[in-house]
């Protein structure tokens, strides 16, 4: 397999960017021509490296938390741990490798817990019901691909789930057209339909009028996600082999603030996702840390240990953790966003 040339790299940086900016932008921040851009972009989706979607944020469709499951099945209720992931109408990500199920879950303090059935070695959830502060980093992997392929400046690293607004009030369409606008967006082909063509454009000047207000408005976010198994390898021949999770206690008053702040400042690593319910925190992380960065930083699992106690690690590779729901966020159209309207 050949590797990832320089261009590939910055033009994926650029668009993993999580920014509602015009297209002309990520352009500039690759530093290629714009031909190449063009090309470049194409290849991506067409190739399945990269996937678009539109995220919401949770509370403009009447969800008022997220869960964030890593379950560790024994092998003989595995099947039943996956099945407990994809029949939740709330999951909208579900990754699946023989040890390990993670899933992310919307749902609403109102609704009964889904019940968990036995055989688990481990089952670790962190419920965060303030999405804007406990999930500072959601599935963002400009950081990583900063340090690991593209080299270039990070621009909107670490984007969490939603933004908080300005006014403390939740984002949302509160009429029944504004409910059709946000349920066709995601229902649409960069909304969720696994089997869409990548997107000719990304800029959201290019949408309806209705659905750049959702946008405007902070009602959902466009966002890229990487496949990271079909990314040929890095232009020094390394590929990311693994996807590491940390879940941990917090340590007496810690915050997760703090625990961001250590992770990226100590140990030099920047996480793809951080979560935390204010009594634990689970991180996303990629492995393993390109050569000429490693002893940059502290060790990683020193930096932890001064902020978080009982701590597990789960090592899966890139290769085996199959995505059986990839950012679904289609699934929440409907009754989800029918409740919401007043």
């Not at 699946?96 to 609403?108: A, C, D, H, K």
């Not at 500072?136 to 607004?165: C, H, M, N, Q, R």
């Not at 990487?226 to 020094?236: A, Q, S, T």
Request: glycine letters at 8%; zero cysteines.
């Amino acid at each position: 397999m050949r590797s990832l040339t320089a261009a590939e790299a910055r033009v994926i940086h650029a668009l993993l960017v999580a920014a509602d900016v015009p297209e002309r932008v990520r352009e500039r921040w690759s530093g290629v021509p714009r031909a190449t851009f063009l090309a470049v972009r194409k290849r991506a989706f067409a190739h399945g490296w990269l996937t678009s979607r539109y995220v919401p944020d949770p509370a403009a469709l009447g969800f008022d938390r997220v869960s964030l499951v890593l379950d560790q099945p024994f092998s003989d209720h595995l099947a039943e741990a996956v099945s407990e992931a994809r029949e939740d109408p709330g999951t909208v990500l579900a990754w699946s490798s023989p040890e390990t199920v993670l899933s992310v879950r919307f749902g609403r303090s109102s609704s009964r817990a889904p019940s968990v059935t036995g055989g688990r070695r481990h089952r670790f959830e962190i419920v965060a019901t303030e999405p804007a502060r406990q999930l500072p980093i959601y599935f963002d992997f400009e950081g990583a691909w900063s340090l690991w392929a593209s080299g270039l400046a990070l621009v909107s690293y670490p984007a969490g789930l939603v933004a908080p607004t300005p006014d403390g009030r939740p984002r949302g369409p509160r009429t029944r057209p504004g409910r059709s606008a946000l349920e066709e967006l995601l229902s649409g082909p960069d909304g969720a339909s696994p089997e869409a063509g990548g997107p000719l454009r990304l800029s959201d000047t290019y949408l309806p009028r209705r659905h750049r207000a959702l946008v405007r408005t902070g009602t959902v976010r466009r966002r890229a996600f990487p496949n990271l198994g079909e990314i040929p390898p890095g232009l020094d021949g390394g590929s990311i082999a693994s996807f590491v999770f940390v879940h941990g206690t917090l340590r007496g008053e810690t915050g997760i603030e703090a625990l961001l702040s250590a992770v990226l400042r100590d140990a030099r690593v920047r996480p793809f996702l951080l979560a935390s319910d204010d009594r634990a925190a689970l991180l996303g992380l990629l492995a393993p840390m390109p050569s000429r960065l490693r002893g940059i930083g502290r060790p990683l699992i020193d930096v932890l240990g001064e902020v978080l106690e009982s701590i597990s690690v789960v090592r899966e590779p890139i290769a085996t953790l199959f995505p059986l729901l990839d950012h679904r966020y289609d699934r929440l159209a409907g009754p989800s966003v029918e409740s919401a309207v007043e």
